[in-house]
């Protein structure tokens, strides 16, 4: 399909006259030729899955928008029919399109290279543009990678892209199972020198030239989430068409033109993104990721809530979920923090629904339990229901009584008999007769009464896909949180049942608050050396270093310490010791880091204190337990004294809402026995007087 107005691109081939300003142009590879996303992908395309109810698709289109993108090139790759249908009926074909023209491209493709190979037969690119995935979820401007790469290439002819990273943790791979990328950098001049791939876990071995180790200053990454938005000149495509042995983006076309710097002279540059959202939906790891930051509301220019997409009226609750005005929730049903529903869903009596993404127009029985699920449109749950970290897709039927295990993914149209037993990790789909994608399987749709088939993976389809596609159901603690959300790192997580975590691409919910850093870091730093058992006392002189290079004051330093400190007690809970044991051997050999020399030892700093491990644990499992354990320590090891338990039992912060009331309860028994024993003692300290 032809653009509607094809004036901006064509204008002037590629004279290579760049004075004249040419509209901002992008390409959309919204097809990765990947297997991430299977099941769901062998019927419907990568593009058009949902996320917190909107198709993936409209992220990056609303992004491009707000960058200033006037032209849209869209590959559609696999099932192009249904992109096309879509995107026809939408805003961004309307007569109000952001967009001055949004073309449809086809081609007979099998990898990324074939498109670009084919962008470049059609000469529709003139100037600098953007070439972007079809799955990126970002908030950050442009404009300063924008001019840093026109800056650059007025000097040097020869940097021909700039790609765009997002600064995420330490450890922001060590949880998965896909590939974690490695960039070689030379930061004085924001250049890559060289890029590779590697496995979660394993150490860093390359054959890197030795010419690129001779550069002033040398970073080797680890820590980058490639958004895959680059910012390219028509050079990009001229190599791609060069060298057709180029078929993947990074480990092809990247990986070569770096190797090959001495014989084409080119240069590939980045840009760091710091400060705001960025990230794709790369597979079900980072799906789920970046749904979760949406369900906690922190990706504040997309908020669910601010009915960006579409014609919807979600309103977010004090509670912390979402939901359509035009849902039908019975009253006895109890919807948790993190939860999104979407209109013209119903939900019925008793069911428990927490940290879960409900589409639109799904009909959930009675007395059923979601946790950590997404239920996409047009899904039917049946009554008495139990669905754990589970992907159910559009027009899916699940019976009454089912179980679906942690990680099943049901594709569309896939009908599971009433009192089925999903085992976790199942891939079910409905490929209407292909038997390539295996029998049918009773034991996983319930016999005659189920419709559907195990998904099996072909043995050419892409390696790193079959190890990433399960990636979040295979590991009960499927990432650590590294989170960068805000300065209150316990709002960072949401514990599931199943105490699950993830990391978050955002860095902050005003996108400038200086805390974020500082936390992020500080507590990682921290967990991770109580994990090696190192000495508090060596500890001390790293956090002191971490608080005035982070500029952070005593309140922050105070935040991290709590904050860690119960992360860490959760993580040994988690492996199996008991609250009390933990949370013992966890302030006994770190209460050094509370009492540190020169902190703030007042009451209210002890009070404050509280307050920061309360608020963390109100999002952890067994947080009301740990927290009983812990403040009994904290008055055994006479860290704290008795006046600072009353005052933080006094002070309204400690049950301002729901969540902080409900974990500190398990502590009102000590907290007047504590009172007791208190006036006891005065009671004879006042006898003792009396008598002399």
């Keep these: 399909m032809p653009p509607k107005n094809q004036k901006s691109a064509g204008g002037k081939g590629r004279s290579g006259d760049d004075s004249k300003e040419e509209p901002l142009a992008a390409v959309i590879v919204a097809d990765s030729f990947e297997t991430r996303f299977a099941p769901f ?80 037969q059609k000469h529709l690119i003139a100037g600098d543009f953007i070439v972007v995935s079809g799955d990126i979820v970002s908030n950050f401007p442009i404009e300063p990678a924008l001019r840093q790469h026109k800056n650059r290439r007025e000097k040097d002819k020869n940097a021909i892209m700039t790609m765009i990273l997002r600064e995420a943790g330490p450890g922001a791979y060590d949880y998965g199972s896909g590939i974690v990328p490695t960039f070689v950098l030379d930061p004085t001049k924001d250049r890559c020198l060289h890029y590779e791939e590697s496995f979660p876990g394993t150490q860093f071995t390359a054959h890197i030239d030795p010419e690129i180790l001779k550069s002033s200053e040398t970073d080797v990454r680890q820590d980058l989430i490639d958004c895959r938005l680059d910012i390219c000149t028509p050079d990009v495509l001229s190599l791609w068409s060069d060298n057709f042995d180029n078929q993947a983006p990074r480990k092809d076309f990247l990986f070569g033109v770096l190797k090959d710097y001495e014989l084409n002279g080119k240069t590939i540059h980045t840009y760091i993104v710091q400060d705001h959202y960025a990230s794709r939906a790369a597979d079900f790891w980072f799906y789920n990721a970046i749904s979760q930051d949406f369900q906690r509301g922190l990706v504040t220019s997309l908020a669910v809530e601010n009915n960006v997409f579409g014609d919807t009226h979600y309103h977010r609750s004090q509670g912390g979920y979402v939901v359509d005005r035009a849902v039908i929730t019975a009253r006895s049903t109890k919807l948790g923090p993190g939860s999104i529903v979407g209109p013209g869903s119903s939900i019925g009596t008793r069911c428990d629904i927490k940290n879960s993404v409900v589409g639109q127009r799904c009909q959930i029985g009675k007395g059923t339990s979601l946790d950590g699920a997404y239920i996409w449109d047009d899904a039917t749950i049946g009554n008495n229901v139990k669905i754990l970290r589970a992907i159910i897709g559009n027009e899916a039927f699940i019976g009454d009584g089912c179980t679906i295990g942690e990680g099943a993914l049901i594709s569309y149209g896939v009908k599971v008999a009433p009192g089925t037993i999903v085992p976790a990790g199942s891939r079910i789909c409905n490929p209407q007769g292909e038997p390539a994608y295996g029998p049918k399987n009773d034991a996983l749709v319930g016999g005659d009464a189920g419709e559907g088939h195990a998904y099996i993976d072909n043995e050419e389809d892409d390696y790193w896909g079959s190890r990433a596609s399960r990636l979040i159901y295979e590991k009960p603690e499927f990432a650590a949180s590294l989170s960068t959300l805000d300065s209150d790192l316990s709002e960072d997580e949401f514990s599931s049942k199943g105490g699950s975590r993830s990391q978050s691409f955002a860095t902050s919910m005003s996108d400038d608050d200086p805390t974020d850093r500082f936390q992020h870091d500080t507590v990682a730093i921290l967990v991770q050396r109580m994990q090696e058992g190192k000495q508090a006392d060596d500890m001390l002189s790293e956090l002191m270093g971490l608080r005035f290079s982070g500029g952070a004051d005593e309140t922050q330093v105070r935040k991290a ?116 024993a208190e006036s006891e003692s005065e009671s004879e300290s006042g006898s003792e007087e009396e008598d002399e």
């Design 561 to 676: 310490v709590a904050v860690a400190l119960m992360k860490h007690i959760h993580g040994q809970i988690e492996s199996g010791v008991s609250p009390a044991e933990a949370t013992r051997q966890a302030l006994t050999a770190y209460n050094t880091l509370i009492r540190r020399k020169g902190a703030d030892q007042a009451i209210e700093a002890q009070v404050a204190f509280l307050l920061d491990t309360q608020r963390d644990l109100t999002r952890r499992r067994e947080g009301g337990k740990t927290l009983l354990f812990v403040i009994k320590d904290l008055y055994d090891l006479e860290i704290f004294g008795e006046e600072a338990f009353a005052d933080w039992w006094a002070d309204e912060r400690s049950s301002s809402d729901p969540d902080l009331a409900a974990v500190r309860q398990q502590s009102a028994p000590f907290i007047e026995w504590l009172e007791n």
């Design 41 to 120: 992908t062998l019927e419907r395309p990568r593009c058009l899955l949902p996320l917190a109810n909107v198709p993936l698709i409209d992220y990056t289109l609303e992004y491009l928008a707000s960058a200033g993108v006037q032209l849209v090139y869209i590959y559609p790759g696999a099932h192009a029919d249904q992109v096309e249908t879509y995107l026809e009926a939408s805003r961004w074909k309307s007569s109000n399109s952001p967009f001055d023209s949004l073309a449809i491209l086809r081609c007979i493709a099998s990898s990324v290279g074939d498109i670009m190979r084919d962008l470049d």
